[in-house]
C-alpha cells in the first residue's frame, strides 16, 4: 500500500504570497495532522482533522489553515506567506488520531520563502 | 504545559558501541510514548512506541521502556551500525479536551562511524 504521500516536495514563494499544501493519507486513515520542522528542531504541531473536523490546532496564527476532504485528504494553506515560514511541512495520518496510535510520516514539502 | 526534553547531540559513537539517547518528559495523565527516526533526506518514521507504564517497545535493535517513576523513556541499541546515522526524536501524545497531538522533543543526531 501506498504510504502518506505529500505535493509539491519542494516550493520556492516570495514574502506575502500563499501557498496551498496537500496531503494524501495512507489508505483507511481517516485522521490527517500538520507539522512545520524548522531545520535543526523537532516538528511542531500546527493541526489534526479528523473526519473532516478540526480536533486539534497548535499555536500558529490564523494565516494558517486546513481542511479534510470527504475522501480523507488534506490542504495546508499559508496566507501573507513570511521568512520564518520556510521549513519542511510534514502531514501524518494515523487510523482516528487517538493518543496512542502511531502518526505515519509523508517525507514532507520543503517551502522556501525568499 | 506537556514537553519532551532529549539530551543535546550530536553524538558520535563508532560502529558496534552500546547507544543510550536519554528522553524525560513532563505531562498529567498517562500518555503514549514513541522514537521516531529521520535518516539523512528521508521523512519521520515511527521507530518503536509504548503506551503504558512498564511497556517495552522495540524494533531493529533499539528498545524503551515507559517508566512513569522516572518519567522517561531513553532509547538503547547494544551494538549501533553505521546505517543508524540519523536523528532521533522522542514525542508523547495525550488527548487534552478536545486536542490530540505529538509532542517533540528537539531531537538527537547521531553519527557512527565505521
Not at chain 2, 15 to 39: D, M, R
Amino acid at each position: 500500500d501506498a504510504g502518506v504521500t505529500q505535493s509539491p516536495t519542494h516550493l520556492i514563494k516570495t514574502r506575502g504570497q500563499h501557498v496551498t499544501l496537500r496531503c494524501s493519507p495512507i489508505s483507511g486513515h481517516k485522521s490527517v495532522s500538520w507539522y512545520q520542522q524548522v531545520l535543526g528542531q523537532g516538528p511542531q504541531f500546527i493541526f489534526q482533522y479528523y473526519e473532516k473536523e478540526e480536533r486539534g490546532r497548535g499555536n500558529f496564527p490564523d494565516r494558517f489553515s486546513a481542511r479534510q476532504f470527504p475522501n480523507y485528504s488534506s490542504e495546508l494553506n499559508v496566507n501573507a506567506l513570511l521568512l520564518g515560514d520556510s521549513a519542511l511541512y510534514l502531514c501524518a495520518s494515523s487510523l482516528t488520531g487517538g493518543s496512542g496510535q502511531p502518526q505515519h510520516f509523508g517525507d514532507g514539502t520543503r517551502l522556501s520563502i525568499l | 504545559g506537556d514537553s519532551v526534553t532529549q539530551m543535546e547531540g550530536p553524538v558520535t559513537l563508532s560502529e558496534e558501541a552500546f547507544l543510550t539517547i536519554n528522553c524525560t518528559y513532563t505531562a498529567t495523565g498517562y500518555p503514549s510514548l514513541f522514537w521516531y527516526v529521520q535518516y539523512p533526506g528521508e521523512g519521520l518514521q515511527l521507530l518503536l512506541k509504548a503506551t503504558k507504564a512498564d511497556d517495552k517497545g522495540s524494533n531493529k535493535g533499539f528498545e524503551a521502556t515507559y517508566r512513569k517513576e522516572t518519567t522517561s523513556f531513553h532509547l538503547e541499541k547494544g551494538s549501533v551500525q553505521v546505517s543508524d546515522s540519523a536523528v532521533y526524536f522522542c514525542a508523547l501524545s495525550r488527548v487534552a479536551g478536545n486536542n490530540r497531538k505529538l509532542i517533540w522533543g528537539l531531537g538527537t543526531s547521531l553519527a557512527v562511524n565505521p
